[in-house]
């Protein structure tokens, strides 16, 4: 009997295991959740990406003109943020700073509580954002301030012919009352995809960026 009942685990185990699978392979579709985390499909490797924040801009006055155009831009990352990161060169006030960290930058905020966004690298007029994957290795503190080592671009926006330079992309979001769905479908020149999602509160935070010569 427990060879029986052992033997009907493994069966199910198997089976929610290949069900999740064919949830995240499944081309441009998002009908997979994958809790706050994201993959490189075949990867079989999951990243967690507990926190997400909407960052707001402090501008200084010599930088503030009637073409700047304030975007909602937000952040998924394991990163602890507090109320104000203050970044100046390679230095940023994290209370805990990031191993990895997914950018969105959506150009003309959110049209709807509820849309699809889509990017082609080839159709830079009509995008509706820009996005950008980092992973780093650990992180060296000073006088309160942390910089950020062993950077890693898994994927970005933009102009290029690296192997991580992303061709297609789509978002759907859909804000509720009290959280935001998120997920993410990502197509790199390698030919790579990268599916994620994230379900959760935005914490919002000013992002001090200085107005300094770091050369």
Not at 8 to 14: E, P
Not at 36 to 52: D, I, K, L, Q
Not at 86 to 105: E, K, L, Q, V
Request: hydrophobic share 30%.
């Amino acid at each position: 009997m427990v060879k029986y009942i052992t033997c009907g685990v493994l069966l199910l185990f198997c089976l929610i295991a290949c069900n999740k699978d064919n949830t995240v392979l499944n081309g441009n579709k998002f009908n997979f959740d994958l809790g706050n985390s994201y993959t490189v499909e075949n990867s079989g490797v999951f990243t967690s990406t507990p926190r997400a924040y909407k960052a707001e801009y402090l501008y200084y006055p010599n930088e503030l003109s009637d073409d700047i155009m304030v975007p909602f831009e937000i952040w998924l990352t394991d990163a602890e943020i507090g109320s104000v990161l203050y970044s100046c060169c390679s230095n940023h006030s994290y209370i805990s700073p990031p191993t990895r960290r997914i950018i969105f930058n959506f150009y003309n905020g959110l049209p709807s509580k509820s849309c699809v966004l889509h990017y082609n690298q080839y159709n830079d007029n009509e995008n509706d954002f820009s996005i950008n994957i980092q992973t780093y290795t650990g992180a060296e503190q000073t006088e309160g301030s942390y910089s950020l080592l062993g950077r890693t671009v898994l994927a970005s926006t933009g102009s290029g012919t690296y192997d991580y330079s992303i061709t297609e992309a789509k978002v759907k979001i859909t804000e509720t009352k009290n959280d935001y769905k998120i997920k993410y479908i990502i197509h790199t020149l390698d030919g790579g995809i990268i599916y994620g999602s994230y379900e959760g509160n935005l914490d919002i935070f000013t992002h001090d960026i200085c107005n300094a010569d770091c050369d």
